[in-house]
Nanobody
Framework: QVQLVESGGGLVQPGGSLRLSCAAS????????IGWFRQAPGKEREGVSC????????YYADSVKGRFTISRDNAKNTVYLQMNSLKPEDAAVYYC???????????????WGQGTQVTVSS
């Protein structure tokens, strides 16, 4: 079955970095727009970043612009989210999703991973 698996989450101190990975099985990520979303306890799910399949164009939420970088390695069938200068407010469960295009509209994504926890604390 089609599957997305996130990894790379963990505990990091404020100012630290993490790199999240989103790996696909049984389908080719390169054909899809890939989005990263996050959800903190008591908050709505937020679209953090996405990357298109067609031209590699990217989007970043204002809250992460300049600190996060999304990239894809089609040979590894994996999309990454490099997160630098992490802040306590970045703490959340991070999900990747695959859909037809790069968008922050979660409803337009067809496949979702199970999420990976990111904790930012000293």
């Amino acid at each position: 079955q089609v599957q997305l698996v996130e990894s790379g989450g963990g505990l990091v101190q404020p100012g630290g970095s993490l790199r999240l990975s989103c790996a696909a099985s049984r389908f080719t990520l390169g054909y899809y727009g890939i989005g990263w979303f996050r959800q903190a306890p008591g908050k709505e799910r937020e679209g953090v970043s996405c990357i298109s399949s067609s031209d590699g164009s990217t989007y970043y939420a204002d809250s992460v612009k300049g600190r996060f970088t999304i990239s894809r390695d089609n040979a590894k069938n994996t999309v990454y989210l490099q997160m630098n200068s992490l802040k306590p407010e970045d703490a959340a469960v991070y999900y990747c999703a695959a859909g037809e295009k790069c968008t922050v509209r979660a409803a337009l994504y067809h496949y979702w991973g199970q999420g990976t926890q990111v904790t930012v604390s000293s």
